[in-house]
């Protein structure tokens, strides 16, 4: 069993340990000598072995400069990435803490400015400490840049095919396409650009007391600095306080690293059109016909107030 391969290979063969997760990557709770760990068995064919390698050593830089993230675990051959029966496995430090809220659900917290206040300030840091690291030769991570958000290959599917949009639906986004990559192309040179974790949601941010802690690089890579922000803004537009959270994330990003918010508007409709795509081969799982009616509703909402 690769699990079992996989304990041998960071010494941990006396362990004990549970599937915790199994909905993207199989993720395991590692247990031994009073410490935790989480072991990943990666879904194949989503990333290559560089890929993974690349992700895993810019989480270990992010974590040496200090932000709370899971740290990856070499074995003794100092390797982050080892491959048994075919599978790709990784080790990380365990995080204590919960889920800061569920996607789809009215968010429950005491201090929610003081909450986005400090999501900001860690997406920040983020950021800052991302840019003065030194990147690898080798390193390959996706780019969420003008191609993989509105070229004719998506990253994350082509929105406007989406089979289930009605004949209005899909005109209408596929003008959007246009337009949108029109406006991005005239800004895009002014950007704030480079790694991003492209993935804030939610289940992405682990709470322990006051420590905000960052998991889930899977689809980490490069791309523009407010799609971060976007993608956090995203899942909180129906909260009765959002324009209160959006105003203390963008405070705290700012308390730590310079921001131009002005085409804020437009990375929050390239973000939510995103789903639309993501969806496409994942119709036919267990509660995807609600998920994928959210998305373009929301997408629609935000196209028609972009569109005017």
């Not at 899971?70 to 074995?75: D, E, L, Q, V």
């Not at 030769?137 to 840049?145: K, V, Y």
């Not at 899909?170 to 406006?183: D, N, S, V, Y």
């Not at 980490?220 to 324009?243: C, H, I, M, V």
Request: glycine share 8%; hydrophobic share 40%.
């Amino acid at each position: 069993m690769a699990v079992n391969q996989a304990l041998e290979l960071w010494g941990m063969q006396d362990a004990s340990y549970h599937l915790i997760a199994a909905r993207e990557n199989q993720v395991f709770r590692v247990d031994i000598n009073g410490s935790s760990y989480a072991l990943r068995l990666h879904r194949a064919g989503y990333r290559t072995n560089e890929e993974l390698r690349s992700e895993l050593q810019w989480m270990d830089a992010v974590s040496r400069g200090g932000l709370h993230v899971p740290a990856p675990i070499a074995t003794a051959s100092g390797d982050f990435l080892h491959i048994a029966d075919g599978v790709q496995i990784d080790v990380l430090s365990w995080l204590n803490g919960a889920p800061m809220g569920a996607t789809g659900q009215p968010l429950e917290t005491k201090d929610r400015t003081s909450l986005f206040l400090g999501i900001g300030r860690e997406m920040a840091r983020l950021h800052h400490v991302s840019d003065r690291w030194v990147l690898p030769d080798d390193f390959d991570r996706c780019s969420w840049d003008r191609n993989g958000l509105l070229g004719s290959n998506p990253l994350w599917g082509r929105f406007w095919e989406n089979p289930t949009l009605s004949a209005d639906d899909r005109e209408m986004f596929e003008a959007l396409r246009g337009k949108m990559a029109t406006e991005l192309t005239q800004l895009e040179d002014t950007l704030d650009y480079g790694l991003i974790h492209a993935d804030l949601v939610r289940e992405n941010i682990l709470v322990d007391g006051d420590r905000l802690q960052l998991i889930d690089f899977d689809d980490s890579g490069f791309g523009f600095r407010l799609f971060d922000l976007a993608t956090t803004l995203l899942k909180n537009l129906q909260e009765p306080d959002y324009p209160e959270l959006k105003e203390a994330l963008l405070a705290g990003y700012r308390s730590e690293r310079p921001l131009d918010d002005s085409a804020l508007d437009l990375f929050l409709l390239l973000r939510a059109a995103t789903y639309v795509g993501w969806v496409i081969d994942k119709l036919s799982e267990e509660g995807s016909e609600l998920r994928n009616q959210r998305f373009i509703d929301t997408t629609r909402k935000l196209a028609l107030r972009y569109l005017g």
